[in-house]
């Protein structure tokens, strides 16, 4: 069987679209379908539904998903290894980390590893950490660098890196920043901008209220820091923010009954064998922890 074809069927159902498939596999539209047309004819069998431009999988489609991944998979990780028999650092290393790290933490250490492996060509995803967690612990990518989950996953490896303390802050002109010292009980008084409660760093301040027996008063929700920090800056509510990311825009507030941190860090699948290009980012990483 072509696994080139197996590769562009999964990559297909993930996007529902064979333009957006020919993007990621960096092929003409035809040649997608070429490939999909040959997987079908060698199955006998139709894969794929097109009304308009949907794109659903058929029932053998849909039987056929998991096992295409499983055997890519196993495809991948006998690669790996065969790789790693060599001892060199180089080929494909694929990592998913949030828009966040990857603006504030990563550019170093990604410059750093490229000078110091040429040879290793980089596929970054950029993606909410939930996102690459689970893409994680499908076996879909080989690294994530993201805020680590507060629950340990059974399936997962996850290596701290950074502590990163949120501070709460808000615009000079808000009420708040007039106060010197502030209470939990105070803030759950006034419009909050905070990540999704399904986000890991937003599962952590409602624990923090929670515990309290307080409740949290959102205002809105976004997962990208960069816009809550613009949103807070023009006094549309307090937040949460990384230290790395104050400035003359932000007012820090003084709570002192509270302290939130999370943990940013590295996970890989342990059933998913590393290359030597995964090995070598990790041990770049911890060159760089402050743990």
């Known amino acids: 069987m072509d696994f080139?074809?197996?590769?562009?069927?999964?990559?297909?159902?993930?996007?529902?679209?064979?333009?957006?498939?020919?993007?990621?596999?960096?092929?003409t539209q035809p040649a997608v379908s070429?490939?999909?047309?040959?997987?079908?004819?060698?199955?006998?069998?139709?894969?794929?539904?097109?009304?308009?431009?949907?794109?659903?999988?058929?029932?053998?489609?849909?039987?056929?998903?998991?096992?295409?991944?499983?055997?890519?998979?196993?495809?991948?990780?006998?690669?790996?290894?065969?790789?790693?028999?060599?001892?060199?650092?180089?080929?494909?290393?694929?990592?998913?980390?949030?828009?966040?790290?990857?603006?504030?933490?990563?550019?170093?250490?990604?410059?750093?590893?490229?000078?110091?492996?040429?040879?290793?060509?980089?596929?970054?995803?950029?993606?909410?950490?939930?996102?690459?967690?689970?893409?994680?612990?499908?076996?879909?990518?080989?690294?994530?660098?993201?805020?680590?989950?507060?629950?340990?996953?059974?399936?997962?490896k996850a290596m701290p890196i950074w502590h990163d303390q949120l501070t709460f802050v808000c615009a000079a002109n808000h009420p708040l920043a007039e106060t010197r010292r502030i209470d939990v009980e105070t803030l759950a008084g006034y419009p909050a901008i905070l990540p999704d409660m399904s986000t890991f760093t937003g599962r952590i301040i409602k624990q923090m209220f929670d515990q309290k027996g307080l409740t949290l008063k959102l205002s809105m929700s976004t997962n990208y820091l960069e816009t809550i920090k613009m949103l807070i800056s023009v006094g549309l509510g307090w937040s949460v923010l990384p230290h790395s990311m104050l400035d003359e825009t932000t007012c820090v507030l003084d709570v002192p009954d509270a302290n939130i941190e999370r943990t940013l860090g590295v996970i890989h699948h342990v059933q998913r064998s590393l290359s030597n290009a995964g090995r070598a980012f990790i041990d770049l990483l911890l060159e760089n922890t402050d743990f």
Do not use: C
């Open 4 to 27: 080139e074809s197996l590769r562009a069927f999964i990559i297909v159902s993930d996007q529902r679209s064979f333009s957006l498939a020919a993007e990621r596999l960096h092929l």
């Open 34 to 156: 070429k490939r999909i047309a040959l997987l079908e004819h060698h199955l006998g069998v139709k894969l794929f539904d097109r009304i308009g431009r949907t794109v659903n999988l058929t029932e053998a489609g849909s039987e056929l998903y998991p096992r295409a991944t499983e055997i890519l998979s196993r495809v991948e990780d006998s690669k790996r290894a065969i790789s790693n028999l060599a001892r060199t650092v180089s080929g494909n290393l694929s990592l998913a980390t949030s828009h966040h790290i990857g603006l504030w933490r990563l550019p170093d250490v990604l410059k750093a590893y490229s000078i110091r492996y040429p040879g290793v060509s980089l596929d970054l995803h950029f993606m909410d950490s939930e996102v690459a967690h689970e893409q994680i612990v499908q076996g879909n990518l080989e690294l994530g660098v993201i805020t680590l989950s507060p629950t340990r996953h059974a399936r997962l």
